[in-house]
């Protein structure tokens, strides 16, 4: 008999929860759903910035999800694992639409996003929250596609450099040389902008 009282870390009861689903249990799913559907609908706002195309990827992030839940083997945390479905569905979805993507929809996500809900603000959220917030967002959106998508998951989202590298299928010096070139792009566009301000 299952002690009541035992004590899970999110990544074991994630997989209790996956063996339960896998296990022909669909109601289980649900639990999933509603434990990452905020952290997914955020990420893919963040690289959409349309919050009916951040619904969408969400919707089909979780349908391929169970499609393939059976495969999901464990090696890393099924949070990395859908955020990897979410970045890819996202990165899709806007070859598909050529959506042409403006700043103003990163304030929305912003706004409604309850990602780092758990965690205690740093400083990318402050500054996401002030003037150089709103410069720093522009020239996020200008990086180059392989830059942006570093430095929004180890800044933005708060990944770890091995998380990253799951979900690009890079290797992680490869993930740290375009996290760094990110920066030191934002960097000279700050200083040439400061120049020329």
Same mark, same amino acid.
């Given at each position: 008999?299952?002690?009541?009282?035992?004590?899970?870390?999110?990544?074991?009861?994630?997989?209790?929860?996956?063996?339960?689903?896998?296990?022909?249990?669909?109601?289980?799913?649900?639990?999933?759903?509603?434990?990452?559907?905020?952290?997914?609908?955020?990420?893919?706002? &963040? +690289?959409?910035?349309?919050?009916?195309?951040?619904?969408?990827? /969400?919707?089909?992030?979780?349908? #391929? *999800?169970?499609?393939? %839940?059976? &495969? +999901?083997?464990?090696?890393?945390?099924?949070?990395?694992?859908? /955020?990897?479905?979410?970045?890819? #569905? *996202?990165?899709?979805? %806007?070859?598909?639409?050529?959506?042409?993507?403006?700043?103003?929809?990163?304030? /929305?996500?912003?706004?409604?996003?309850?990602?780092?809900?758990?965690?205690?603000?740093?400083?990318?959220?402050?500054?996401?929250?002030?003037?150089?917030?709103?410069?720093?967002?522009?020239?996020?959106?200008?990086?180059?596609?392989?830059?942006?998508?570093?430095?929004?998951?180890?800044?933005?989202?708060?990944?770890?450099?091995?998380?990253?590298?799951?979900?690009?299928?890079?290797?992680?010096?490869?993930?740290?040389?375009?996290?760094?070139?990110?920066?030191?792009?934002?960097?000279?566009?700050?200083?040439?902008?400061?120049?020329?301000?």
């Amino acid at each position: 008999m299952a002690n009541p009282n035992k004590q899970y870390t999110q990544d074991q009861d994630d997989l209790e929860i996956i063996t339960r689903c896998n296990n022909g249990d669909k109601h289980a799913y649900r639990l999933l759903i509603e434990r990452y559907k905020d952290a997914i609908y955020s990420t893919a706002l &963040r +690289f959409t910035r349309d919050p009916s195309t951040a619904e969408e990827v /969400t919707q089909e992030t979780f349908v #391929k *999800a169970w499609k393939y %839940l059976a &495969r +999901f083997e464990g090696r890393s945390k099924f949070s990395t694992w859908l /955020t990897a479905i979410a970045v890819n #569905k *996202a990165k899709d979805m %806007l070859k598909e639409k050529h959506r042409v993507v403006s700043t103003q929809d990163m304030d /929305t996500g912003i706004e409604t996003s309850s990602l780092q809900s758990n965690v205690t603000e740093g400083p990318e959220e402050t500054l996401m929250n002030n003037e150089l917030g709103l410069q720093l967002k522009r020239l996020i959106d200008e990086l180059p596609a392989l830059y942006k998508e570093a430095f929004i998951l180890k800044h933005v989202e708060l990944l770890s450099y091995e998380e990253i590298s799951s979900i690009s299928k890079i290797s992680i010096e490869a993930v740290k040389m375009r996290v760094f070139r990110a920066r030191e792009i934002l960097k000279e566009q700050f200083y040439k902008e400061e120049q020329d301000g």
